[in-house]
Structures are given as C-alpha cells and as structure tokens.
C-alpha cells in the first residue's frame, strides 16, 4: 500500500538490483527508464521482477505512429513490464496500439520548466484523450501542485495521478499528494543517497506508508 515509485535512473544491473532490493519494502513500484535499459538490456526487467515482486513500469515515453509504438511495447510487456508510460501528444492511435498490448500511463504534463512551452498549452486536450481512453494512469508534475489539483479535478474518477518531480526537482512528496496525487515517483533522492534504503524509508513514513 505504499505510494511511493522508484525511478531507477542507473546504467548498471548490480548496482540497480542492490538499490531496488534495499528499498523495495518502501515501494509501490519500480520505474525503469531508458539510462537503465541502455546500460543493463532490457532482461533488467525480468530480473527486477524476480528480485523484488514489485511491478515494473517501462518509462520509454513512446511517441511514434502506432505501428513503432506497437513492435516496441509488445517487447518491453514480453519481458514483464506491468505498465508501459507513452505520450499523448502524437495522437489517440499511437497511444491506443499500446493500451491494446498492456497498461499504460499517459504524460499530460512534464514536470520540468520547459515543459511550459508546449506540454502545459495540451494538457487540457491530453486529459480529454485520457478521459476518453480510460487508462491506468497519467503524469502530472509534483513540481507544480496546482497543476496536479487541476489535473486531478479534470481527470474522471479511477485514473490515478502519477507525480515525479519530488526532491532534486523541487516538488514536494506531501504536496502533490495533497493536491491529489495517487502516486509519487521519486528518483535521484533516493538513488544518489549514501544509503538509499534509509532515503525511501524517510519518504515513505513523510508521506504517511
Ligand atoms: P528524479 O527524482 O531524479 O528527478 O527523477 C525523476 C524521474 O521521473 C526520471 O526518471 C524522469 O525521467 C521521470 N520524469 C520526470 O522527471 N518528469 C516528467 O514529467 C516525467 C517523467 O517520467
């Protein structure tokens, strides 16, 4: 029942695994990304999976026609990801030919500053394409938690709201759940950290377990 996601933003296998294990009594999941299906191949998420029990989410950010969209995430499902993150903004095709294959998580809003220049102006339309296709989740800032509450009053009831941004970032773990935030996905914090069991046990007790 925790709330908490790892983004494991490593390169290396052993190093993922010892960090995932030392903290995955803290987590809901664990977000791999492309730096570690660069550097590790992408049985890191077989592995991941064995190692931990936890769900794994494939952080690819697909945003190709729908037949590409397709030949990747058949792939990354067939290694054991639970949940595959695509964008939005390529169109309702590209993103059904994934939510066809698995669950999926739709980006509405980045959580950087440029993320203001073209993201934030769609985010209405992007919430509308997740409303219409109803699919697990969708990406909201934790860096601007007034963003996350007008996601979250937009968004129909049953899709969660997954926020990164907490910590390096700026965002807070607490805020963004205050504004409604179902999931918090917290990266360098807890990796970079001298001993990263003991960084998720912090965020998971100030986010309340
Ligand atoms: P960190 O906590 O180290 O900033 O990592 C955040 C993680 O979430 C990274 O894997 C990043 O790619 C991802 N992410 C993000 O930071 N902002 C978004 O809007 C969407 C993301 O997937």
Avoid at 157 to 165: A, D, E, F, Q
Wanted: charged residues 25%; negative net charge.
């Amino acid at each position: 029942n925790s709330r908490l996601i790892l983004a494991l933003d490593v390169y290396e296998l052993k190093k993922a695994l010892e960090i995932a294990e030392s903290t995955a009594e803290y987590l809901w999941a664990v977000k791999v990304n492309w730096p570690l299906i660069i550097g590790s191949g992408l049985e890191i998420i077989t592995e991941l999976k064995e190692r931990t029990g936890l769900p794994v989410i494939a952080d690819l950010k697909l945003a190709d026609i729908p037949n590409t969209n397709r030949l990747i995430a058949s792939k990354v499902f067939e290694a054991g990801a639970d949940y595959i993150i695509a964008h939005g903004f390529v169109g309702r095709d590209s993103v059904k030919a994934v939510m066809e294959l698995g669950k999926t998580i739709i980006v509405v809003e980045m959580s950087h500053p440029g993320a203001e220049e073209f993201i934030q102006p769609v985010t209405d339309r992007l919430i509308e394409l997740a409303n219409e296709l109803g699919p697990f989740g969708v990406i909201a800032p934790a860096t601007r938690p007034e963003r996350v509450r007008y996601t979250r009053s937009k968004l129909m009831p049953g899709i969660k709201v997954i926020t990164p941004g907490v910590g390096v970032q700026g965002g807070s773990a607490r805020e963004a759940l205050n504004a409604g935030a179902d999931y918090i996905i917290v990266g360098r914090a807890i990796y970079e950290s001298e001993n990263p069991g003991k960084a998720a046990k912090r965020i998971y007790e100030e986010i309340g377990g």
